[in-house]
């Protein structure tokens, strides 16, 4: 995930939603919904963003931060309690916190950032006219997952099978390896899937992957 995006979509939406009239308050309320925290690249990077376009932490912003939760109704949860707070807008990255937002927050102006198609995921009526109060980024992670199919081809030609590590539960990595199960069908290569709870099953998947050896391991990008 490239953080220029993320930050310079926050900006943006917020500056759109809360540019000070006589009718508004010159302070604003942004909820984030994402694994940036205090003090983290991420979060240094949204602020100066933000701060190049007239908003300043503390000053006349606020922000808010939650970590998505593994469980999706805690998630939903989550959001509905950042709605609360009454943020002018409400940012999520990832697919679990954005489908939470949708669902926990659907009256919150939401800027979203995944890495598959939301109409195909119904969070947007069209690219075009996206429709309710949802915007966002699309990452292609499908597209990013392909390639790294196509290179790992070209560093082994002989390979034929393939174990394709993602986190369980992340219904955007489901469609990406569906695309990757359909690029690597016409050269020969099997994929096999190896969908991760936690970390137990991260450091289980040695054991997995020797009883049934693979010529390629692709990891699939997400939280996990």
Partial sequence: MKRRPLCALAALSLVAAMSPSPAQPARARLCVMADVARGSPGHAGLMRSLAERGWVDSRNLEV??????????QSEQLARRLAQLKCNVMLTQG?????AAHAGAAQTPRVFVIGSDPVALGLVATLQRPGGNATGYVAPAHEIAVKQL???????????????VFQ?????MLLTADCVETAARPLGIAVRRYPLQGWQDVEALPSALSREPVDGLLVMLDRL
């Fill in 95 to 99: 697919l679990p916190a954005t489908r």
């Fill in 150 to 164: 196509s290179l790992l081809r070209e560093l082994a030609p002989a390979a034929r099978r393939v174990a394709l």
């Fill in 168 to 172: 369980a539960g992340n219904a955007s």
């Fill in 64 to 73: 808010e931060y939650v970590q998505p939760h593994e469980d999706a109704a």
